[in-house]
């Protein structure tokens, strides 16, 4: 998920997208896969508040993945008509979350 903060009082709607490939060593780095976020609907009153936008649930497989391997992330701020609060956002962060299915093993 992503936090970030509304800079101004003005109204919209905020979108943003998640381009990334995961690779491991060795291998030629694949065209990135895109997961745009949920569109949040920004009321006046949110000004300076810290807010988080969640990536949807669909996961990243990381099957076939080996030590060292890397995934590559970029967050951006969507542009479109449906993403059309007029002014800067602050981001903050984004978090990545990971499942372990026990002690010392990944899923």
Known sequence: ???WIPSTADTGNIKFDIEYTWTNIDDTVS??????????AITASEINKHKTTNVPSVGISG?????????????????TVASNYPADI???EFDIHYLRNKFGKDL
């Open 63 to 79: 099957t076939g993945k080996t030590v060292s391997s890397m995934l590559l992330i970029t967050c951006s701020r969507d542009i």
């Open 31 to 40: 065209t990135n896969t895109t997961m745009v976020t949920n569109t949040y």
């Open 1 to 3: 998920h992503i936090h």
């Open 90 to 92: 602050r981001l903050l």
